[in-house]
């Protein structure tokens, strides 16, 4: 078989497979990252929200701070609340992980809102999130994006 060849059939697999092949799960000190992943945006005047859970494996709990992304001139966690019977959203603040406990950020609760969007998120790319934490530091972990209506990772 050609060079050529095989090289067309890796990058083919490559480009069918790049969604899967995103970050599953990454780690910092005691904490862990899982399933990151993000929804499309509509255009850029709209924001986006990106999803993951964090778990501490530590003894002391740990506590996110800040969250940014190149793709946006702004990120926040925001948590949805309801508020007699009115759904509400808004920033967070800062979000504690619970020593030997986790967190999950996902539709309908704490999430990951990027607002001011440079360019869109598409559907089959990723996008890259980097997570600020009070004792463990900084992490920048790699999320794949699904579609603007997904409920969670594809």
């Known amino acids: 078989m050609k060079y050529s060849s095989i090289f067309s059939m ?10 899967s092949l995103a970050q599953e799960q990454a780690r910092l ?10 929804r499309a945006s509509i255009g850029t005047s709209r924001p986006a929200a990106a999803y993951l ?13 800040a969250v940014r992304t190149p793709l ?21 603040g ?9 967190v999950s950020l996902a539709p309908g609760g704490l999430h990951i809102m990027m607002m001011k969007l440079q360019a869109p998120l598409v559907k089959g790319k990723s996008i890259e999130v980097t997570l600020k934490f009070e004792r463990a530091g900084e ?16």
């Open 10 to 19: 890796v990058v083919t697999i490559f480009i069918l497979t790049g969604p």
């Open 29 to 38: 000190g005691d904490l862990v990252i899982e399933r990151p992943w993000a």
């Open 53 to 65: 859970t964090i778990r501490n494996e530590g003894e002391e709990s740990d506590t996110l701070l």
């Open 72 to 92: 946006s001139g702004k990120a926040e966690v925001h948590a949805m609340t309801n508020d007699s019977g009115v759904m509400r959203m808004g920033p967070a």
């Open 94 to 102: 800062p979000v504690e992980i619970p020593a030997g406990g986790e």
């Open 139 to 154: 992490i920048t972990i790699t999320a794949p994006i699904y579609g603007p209506g997904a409920t969670r990772p594809e």
